[in-house]
């Protein structure tokens, strides 16, 4: 049995709720990922905190909370 902290089950939340953000509302997925520094004029400083909460489709984001929620409160 899993036994989450309650910062491990706050970051579970938050990232389903942006995820299906990302799948209804377009321009969250267009703000959230990091761009590079030196090559494009996209990049902004908040999107060194808002890229780990951007996931691609819902294998993606699966796996990356079993492993939160697995490896997250030790």
Sequence with gaps: MVRLTPVVRNLIVINVIVFILQNFVPLI???LPLHSVHRTDFFRPYQL??????????????????????????
């Design 29 to 31: 997925d267009a703000l």
């Design 49 to 74: 905190f808002t890229y780990m909460f951007a996931h691609g489709d819902f294998m993606h984001i699966f796996f990356n909370m079993l492993m939160l929620a697995f490896f997250g409160p030790i």
